[in-house]
């Protein structure tokens, strides 16, 4: 069994490699570029003969159903995919489950309800996908299909910016600027951190918004987010204007 999954694994990076190639020079040509072939159909075969190694990898199933849902590889089937989506969704494949669970918010003939959807998200949240901790956040803050809860989006913005996802980021460090009061759990493990000020904040044993706000932009501004580069700029501003003001108060 382990040597099937060893040898799976390795064609999969084959075709994830071929994969990420087209990915790089997609924008720059036509979905049905001739050129594209030769790679699409190296990740093709090599996610097939994964599955064929390894017939459980969830993630051979998962990148072989985007193929077929996603790009133009000759012999693709839109069903073969959607059919490869469930079944990797279904056998816990965390990817699979956030990608099916936003296919199914989609609106379409398909869908019978917003529950189909975030019963995948909810299971890829519980594996602390990203994507889906960013969705389902957005979700709670809201209220959109759900009871408004922004103490609950706040903790889904964090745990998914402490993954680097530059949305989830954004988003928290946003609510931080506006006033929005973090979740006690929250407030401890920025103190932990040390996101303290020199003043009243310090005092008090609280942990600074300004301070924590930095942080998510910093998070967003590493994963190459220009809003982030943007928000750590005012934020710049803002200290500035905050420390010549205590510069002030002293003289």
């Keep these: 069994m382990h040597s099937r999954n060893k040898k799976a694994m390795e ?20 979905l049905n570029d ?7 159909r190296t990740a093709k075969e090599n996610f097939e003969l994964a599955l064929e ?14 193929l077929h849902l996603k790009y133009h590889v000759p012999g693709a ?3 073969i995919g959607a059919a490869l989506l469930v079944e990797a969704a279904d056998m816990g494949d965390p990817d699979a489950e956030y990608e099916l669970g936003c296919l199914l918010r989609v609106e379409n003939k398909y ?9 995948y998200i909810e299971k890829a949240v519980d594996q602390l996908h990203p994507g889906a901790l960013y969705l389902l956040g957005a979700v709670y803050l809201t209220g959109d299909c759900v ?34 009061q973090v979740p006690e759990i929250l407030t401890k493990f920025s103190a932990k951190s040390g996101s303290r000020t020199r003043t ?3 005092n008090a044993g609280m942990p600074n918004p300004l301070v924590m706000a930095r942080e998510q932009f910093e998070i967003a501004a590493k ?29």
């Design 111 to 119: 869908v019978q309800s917003d529950q189909q959807a975030f019963y």
């Design 53 to 66: 190694a390894d017939n459980l990898n969830t993630h051979a199933r998962f990148w072989l159903s985007k």
């Design 223 to 251: 994963a190459g987010c220009d809003l982030g580069f943007r928000w750590l700029k005012r934020i710049e501003e803002e200290e500035k204007r905050v420390l010549d003001s205590e510069m002030m108060n002293i003289i």
């Design 11 to 30: 064609l999969i990076a084959k075709g994830w490699s071929a994969l990420k190639e087209v990915d790089r020079v997609i924008d720059y040509c036509e």
């Design 200 to 202: 009243s904040w310090k």
């Design 77 to 79: 089937c839109k069903a």
């Design 147 to 180: 009871k408004r809860d922004v103490s609950s989006a706040l903790w889904c913005f964090h745990r998914a910016s402490e993954k680097g996802h530059a949305g989830a980021a954004i988003a928290y460090g946003s609510l931080l600027l506006r006033g929005v």
């Design 34 to 40: 001739k050129r594209l072939i030769p790679l699409l």
